[in-house]
């Protein structure tokens, strides 16, 4: 019995001189929304910082204008993000909606054409967390994704790198209904800019399940399956997230999509990691957590640093703890400290 613990002991100690690096792979980064934590969030300024901090991906939330051209932002509802209720000629265009029933009130890209939403200048979208980004306020328009695929490619040629897109399609039921389809326009566009194949550096993410669906059919090009800890997808009444991430529903997404999306509190509950890294990797899933953000707020109570929610706490350890659940990708608002704690674990 001693002898096979000190045999244990002695694997452990072996274990534990080897990098992280020699036994699996570094988890690829995907700047979310760019580098968010330091810019107003789907400005191409923020693509740019995000891709000279080094990120692998970068992560256009896509929704529609009214003309059917897709801009990067997280929601179609525009006011929390841009200056557009200083605007008095777009005062109008306030309105009431109720989208994947959320009933809400303030304007939405599908009532805007192009050339109306780009008088409009981005803002921070958490003011309070982030006072410092305010300095950024009303300086950049809203990004179309053709934009940001045209500064993908300058800033290839710049690094002499290839950098890859990661772009998510937002309420696409939604739009679809509108008659403004996410997937022509997405197809086309990834396509003219040489986008075709699973191996090119693209990951296309949705919340649905039947767009991704749609998009195998029509695409090889990579896609993920995003799931949340609570709720299911909107285009699937009575289907909940929890029941996609059976070793049933890990199988059947498979069938679909390359990898999986969970929120990081899938990953790592109170009690420790879950078992759903490996469940997802023996379905032949990879998996891409997000969202991993420096300040407090964010983060879980055992990495949070003094009472300050704004503040930011031991971020490198959780992103380091994430790391070594095994996964493949993680997003973060701020992908400079996010490689260089990475890094740290070579
Ligand atoms: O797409 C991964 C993550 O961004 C999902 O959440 O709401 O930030 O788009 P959200
Ligand atoms: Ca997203």
Known sequence: MIGRGLARIGLYLLMSLIPLSAVQAEPILIAHRGASGER??????????????????????????????????????????????????????????????VAMTGWFTEDFTLAELRTLRARERLPDVRPANRRFDDLYPIATFEEILKLVRAKEAEAGRRIGLYPETKHPSYFASLGLPHQAALLDLLGRYGYQSEADPVFIQSFEVGNLKALRAASRL???????????????????????????????IATYADGLGPSAALIIAPEGPTALVGRAHDAGLQVHVWTLRMENIFLPAQYQRADDPQGRGDFASWVRAIAATGV??????????AKAALESVR
Not at 328 to 337: K, R
């Open 40 to 101: 107003p969030e789907h400005t191409l300024a923020a693509y740019e910082r995000a891709i000279d901090q080094g990120a692998d991906f970068i992560e256009p939330d896509l929704v529609l204008t009214k003309d059917g051209v897709l801009v990067a932002r997280h929601e179609n509802e525009i006011g929390g993000t841009t200056d557009v209720a200083d605007h008095p000629e777009f005062a109008d265009r306030k309105t009431s909606k109720t989208i994947d029933g």
């Open 222 to 252: 990579r896609l993920i399956q995003l799931v949340d800890a609570e709720g299911g997808p909107t285009d699937l009444p009575g289907t909940t997230y929890a029941d996609m991430l059976t070793v049933q529903g890990l199988t059947d």
């Open 328 to 337: 493949d990708g993680v997003f973060s608002d701020f992908p400079g400290q």
